[in-house]
């Protein structure tokens, strides 16, 4: 605790996340010091930074985004804000990359978060340090950083905010007989543009929402693509260049990849669309009581929190959300539980929570990378947050307007975008007509 009796708080990134919790902080003076907010990079917006290269920066450090030269959002901008935060009204409903790094940037500079960010500084350790001689028992953390030019540094907080982002680390999943392959691999992670690819044959694995996009770029630039993927067949058409396949099983000695019906295809190029792993190399998960697989980390209570050290938060490690949205919910939420608004169950009731929670779900049949996935389940999980935390939830409207972009998204993955919607009310929106061509321009 600071000399002021109020709490000292760490931000570990600077994107959406991490500056959520700074805007939240400086709304609260009375209860917080200012955040000290550790970026590793020279700028804001994490994620949504566009960085062409590929590999490592100019400090040694493996590129953090994933953004691709031609991204547009998978959600409509009035789904994907903050709720406290509208996008500038003139731009359409599904974005380029760029206006959503402009809208952070934005963000940022009107809660005057700037000063409080410390750039090119990498946080290296995270530990819980027991305070012997101020207030009996308190827990402090202590955060070791690195900056560019050199120094480490330490410094001692309350709480620990974890908004370092998860779709940096590729997961690669081991497929046998790779080593026969002697096309070129590589995962989603490094894929900028398609024009490389023009003309040449690639199996793409994994249909998430990065394998489809990615597919129909590939196949806009004239590229034929194998879309190889465990689910049911797409429910949607595709582009000619693009036939879907099932899972690779194999790569055989001549080099051609075995799919799971028992066909073969050979290929120039492999992309791995499959996703991410958690990774948080500042911590000691295990002595805090946690453990980080691939696709999952727990237990963490309400997917936020350590119950062995409830001034630790992990922000928005869930999946199929609405990223903001989330984030303005959990981040409102342990802001509750440090200030002392909500009143946490004991240590073992909150594990054992957790531990119901996750084999109730297990019992449905959900696997075990699939445990983090939210979708329709968000809303409930947002309204409880509100009420425990009493904030108010997001309203009604959102949760329908994402509905609706669900349907038209599988109806026509290559179209959905084209629509522009807007927001009437709290439980209202509507879908605007195309604007008519102006005379002059007809
Ligand atoms: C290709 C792609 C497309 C997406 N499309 C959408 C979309 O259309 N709509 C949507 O709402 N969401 C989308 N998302 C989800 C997106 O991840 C979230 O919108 C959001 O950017 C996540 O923010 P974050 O702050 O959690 O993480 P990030 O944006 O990853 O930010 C984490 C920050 O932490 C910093 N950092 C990491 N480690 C350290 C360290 N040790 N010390 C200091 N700093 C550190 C990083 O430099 C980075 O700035 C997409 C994601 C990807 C990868
Ligand atoms: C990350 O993924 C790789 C496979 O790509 C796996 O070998 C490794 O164990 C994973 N790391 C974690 C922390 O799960
Ligand atoms: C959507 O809105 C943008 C920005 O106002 C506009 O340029 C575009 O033509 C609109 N699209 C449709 C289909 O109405």
Redesign the pocket.
């Known amino acids: 605790m600071s000399q002021s009796g109020k709490l000292r708080v760490a931000v570990?990134?600077?994107?959406?996340?991490?500056?959520?919790v700074a805007r939240h902080i400086l709304a609260r003076p009375l209860t917080f010091v200012p955040p000290v907010v550790?970026?590793?990079?020279d700028?804001?917006?994490?994620?949504?930074?566009y960085e062409e290269r590929v590999g490592t920066d100019d400090n040694g450090?493996p590129i953090?985004?994933?953004?691709?030269r031609d991204?547009?959002?998978?959600?409509p901008k009035e789904?994907?804000m903050f709720p406290d935060f509208p996008f500038d009204p003139k731009l359409p409903s599904?974005?380029h990359?760029q206006d959503?790094l402009h809208y952070?940037e934005n963000y940022c500079n009107s809660h005057a978060i700037t000063p409080h960010i410390k750039f090119s500084?990498?946080?290296?350790e995270v530990k819980p340090i027991t305070m012997e001689t101020e207030r009996e028992g308190a827990l402090m953390w202590e955060v070791i950083?690195c900056g560019k030019c050199g120094g480490q540094s330490t410094e001692m907080f309350d709480s620990v905010f974890v908004?370092?982002?998860?779709?940096?680390d590729p997961h690669v999943p081991s497929i046998p007989g790779l080593e026969h392959f002697k096309g070129t691999v590589m995962h989603?992670?490094s894929y900028r543009y398609p024009e490389p690819f023009s003309g040449q044959s690639i199996v793409v694995l994994g249909a998430g929402?990065?394998g489809v996009?990615i597919s129909i770029e590939l196949a806009q630039a004239n590229a034929q693509v194998i879309l190889s993927h465990n689910k049911p067949a797409l429910p949607f058409s595709l582009p000619a260049g693009v036939r879907q396949a099932a899972p690779v099983v194999r790569v055989l000695e001549d080099g051609s990849f075995e799919f799971q019906d028992g066909s073969l295809a050979h290929a120039q190029v492999l992309m791995l669309c499959t996703g991410?792993n958690f990774t948080f190399?500042?911590l000691h998960s295990t002595q805090l009581g946690l453990q980080v697989q691939e696709h999952l980390i727990t237990p963490l209570y309400k997917f936020l929190v350590p119950p062995a050290y409830p001034s630790l938060f992990f922000?928005?490690i869930c999946k199929v959300?609405?990223?903001?949205v989330h984030?303005n919910c959990q981040v409102q939420f342990a802001l509750a539980i440090l200030d002392g608004t909500v009143k946490l169950p004991s240590r073992e009731e909150m594990e054992k929570e957790v531990r119901r929670e996750m084999q109730e779900k297990a019992e449905r049949g959900v696997q075990t990378k699939h445990l983090l996935k939210m979708d329709s389940e968000q809303w409930d999980y947002y309204k409880m947050l509100a009420r425990t935390g009493e904030f108010s939830p997001p309203p009604p409207v959102i949760q329908s307007l994402y509905d609706e972009v669900g349907r038209q998204r599988r109806k026509d993955p290559r179209t959905y975008r084209h629509l522009n919607y807007s927001l009437l009310s709290d439980t209202r929106w509507t879908l605007l007509e195309a604007q008519p061509l102006r005379a002059d321009e007809v």
Do not use: K
């Open positions: 570990i990134g600077a994107g959406a996340a991490g500056l959520c550790y970026e590793l990079t700028h804001v917006g994490g994620t949504w930074f450090y953090h985004s994933s953004m691709y991204l547009r959002t998978n959600l789904v994907m599904f974005l990359h959503v952070l500084t990498v946080v290296e950083s908004c370092s982002g998860h779709y940096s989603s992670h929402a990065s996009d991410y190399p500042f922000v928005g959300i609405c990223p903001f984030f």
